[in-house]
């Protein structure tokens, strides 16, 4: 045993001391989100940063993204050896490591195809809502082959046969045709809005979608496929370019991290032969990804015990740990450290029970990761928790343009269309309990009045309370009852010799006026007494009258008021 450990202690030693060897005299050069860490001096580090550089302004150019940004860094680590380089593995392609995109390169070594649709696709998803999947796919296609020679831009240069599709040879022809060149912007703009194809090509190029997939159809048929230029950008070593020299222990990280984003068996290995938080982030995300939770919570609480400033171990923490709140506590402990990233803020919404501060939550998660379905679809549940029905419908409707899977719009589709359903069904229970709640004040008050009269009733008749001979007794009115109603606005209340009369305009515009030979007997609802002064009501009052339809030519009225009730 005590063999088998000095083995595994003389590996790590001997690791470690690789790696000492490899993290001398590196240097760290960055611009944008683009980090580039090297041992190859500094000219092949900046030519690859400018043509890293024009690349992000050339599809900003075309998308109309002004300094497109990415969620996490695109770090770029340049060997200057290529047997060193062969160590860590020169992935074709760019990957997610630790808290990074990762990818290694030779200084005299050309970006690939696969590493630059995968980099047009990092910035896509970094700065734009979701557009035609067909759209997004031919500008991957389109800057694959971007040729940059100092500001320099040319765009469209044709793919190898095997690798062209309509959809390449759709933004071919809209990039580099003068007639549409400079104006694939409006487009895009469109669809982010959730134009149709039709209205986008229209609004762009004055053209229908037929007449652009006509015109396309023919291109690719052609096969000739002519270039175009980019205006490029006015880049300064000095100014745009951040340079710095690094520290032994960042090299070693980011060899590391390397490895990780390689997915090589070395990683463990480099991380164990290291100490800090970094060093414990890397070892969780090894055991998160060999399913060894309890390894990966105790490496994890490590690295943000020992002051972790990465978004992703506290992230990770978070996703582990059982208990909400301290999983809460976690998810916003990451956010200061990436704070457009919106996987904390939908995670922390999924965990609360205030559904003010879930709503609250998951709005904010839609605005920094427009292109989420998923965090749609619950944002439209807590609306329709809330029984907001206006903003529950806007948020299906984002769900449904952002999901990429047909069967899934569809799906979302239906619910949309559902929640109009509902949405009508609540306003019609709304109404109904409203006019309960009126029907039900309105009866109140009349059993009010008629449990008043029968208790004043009992008592005169009992003798209890003889009434005084000198207060006037007002007879109760036992006569007919009212047998009409009209609804409309309370125009005016005219006062001619002491008789008043309600006018009022009916929901048919109809004008109906009514009798008050004592309004002290018209039983009011709903607060509206000041409206019944002499003169034209400002503004007109909303009334239902209920009246006994006796027509008096004198007065001028249909019959006469017996209950004002104010809506």
Request: glycine share 6%; charged share 25%; hydrophobic share 40%.
């Amino acid at each position: 045993m005590k063999a088998a450990l000095a083995i595994i202690v003389l590996l790590l030693s001997a690791f470690h001391a690789s790696m000492l060897s490899a993290a001398e005299s590196w240097t760290e050069y960055r611009s944008g989100p683009f980090h580039i860490y090297t041992d190859a001096g500094p000219k092949p580090a900046r030519d690859k940063l400018n043509y890293l550089e024009q690349f992000r302004h050339a599809l900003g150019v075309e998308t109309g993204k002004t300094d497109m940004k990415s969620l996490w860094p695109i770090r770029i680590v340049m060997f200057k050896s290529p047997k060193q380089a062969a160590k860590y593995g020169t992935p074709s392609a760019l990957t997610l490591g630790r808290d990074a995109w990762m990818s290694a390169q030779q200084p005299d070594e050309a970006f690939s195809r696969p590493w630059l649709r995968q980099c047009a696709r990092i910035l896509i998803d970094s700065n734009l809502n979701r557009i035609p999947l067909d759209v997004e796919n031919g500008i991957v296609d389109l800057f694959a082959t971007l040729q940059i020679t100092g500001t320099h831009i040319t765009i469209g240069e044709p793919l190898p046969a095997e690798e062209r599709n309509k959809d390449w040879a759709r933004m071919q022809l809209l990039a580099t045709d003068p007639s549409y060149s400079g104006r694939t912007r409006v487009m895009i703009y469109n669809f982010e809005q959730g134009s149709d194809a039709d209205t986008a090509m229209r609004n762009a190029f004055e053209k229908s979608a037929k007449q652009i997939e006509t015109q396309v159809d023919a291109y690719f048929a052609a096969g000739q496929f002519p270039t175009g230029p980019v205006s490029g950008r006015a880049l300064s070593a000095a100014k745009d370019t951040a340079e710095r020299a690094m520290e032994p222990e960042l090299v070693q990280i980011a060899l590391a991290d390397l490895l990780l984003a390689n997915r090589s068996n070395d990683a463990r290995a480099a991380y164990e032969a290291l100490r800090g938080p970094d060093a414990s982030e890397g070892l969780g995300l090894i055991a998160l990804a060999a399913k060894r939770a309890s390894e990966a919570q105790k490496q994890f609480s490590a690295a943000t015990a020992a002051g972790s400033k990465s978004a992703r171990a506290w992230f990770e923490l978070g996703m582990i740990e059982t208990d909400p709140a301290k999983a809460r506590d976690a998810f916003s402990k990451a956010v200061p450290f990436n704070p457009r990233w919106a996987a904390p803020h939908y995670q922390m919404a999924q965990r609360d029970e205030d559904q003010a501060r879930k709503t609250l939550e998951l709005k904010t998660a839609t605005t920094l990761e427009p292109r989420n379905s998923a965090y749609w679809q619950a944002l439209a549940e807590a609306y329709l928790l809330a029984k907001d029905f206006p903003e529950a419908g806007k948020a299906w409707t984002s769900a449904e343009k952002s999901s990429l899977d047909e069967k899934e719009r569809a799906r979302i589709h239906q619910l949309r269309m559902n929640i109009e359903d509902v949405r009508t069904e609540a306003i019609t229970a709304e109404k109904g309990r409203v006019a309960a709640e009126k029907a039900a004040d309105l009866q109140r008050v009349r059993d009010q009045m008629m449990s008043d009269i029968h208790q004043a009733e009992a008592k005169a008749n009992a003798g209890k309370e003889p009434l005084d001979s000198k207060i006037p007794v007002v007879d109760w009115w036992e006569g007919p009852q009212p047998d009409k109603t009209v609804r409309g606005l309370l125009d005016r209340v005219e006062c001619p010799r002491g008789v008043a009369r309600m006018v009022v305009i009916g929901e048919d515009g109809t004008v109906t006026k009514l009798l008050m030979r004592d309004p002290s007997r018209i039983m009011m609802v709903g607060g509206g007494e000041k409206t019944l002064a002499c003169g034209p009501q400002k503004p007109p009052q909303k009334v239902k009258i209920e009246y006994l339809s006796k027509p008096d030519a004198k007065s001028g009225t249909v019959g006469e008021a017996a209950s004002v009730e104010f809506p």
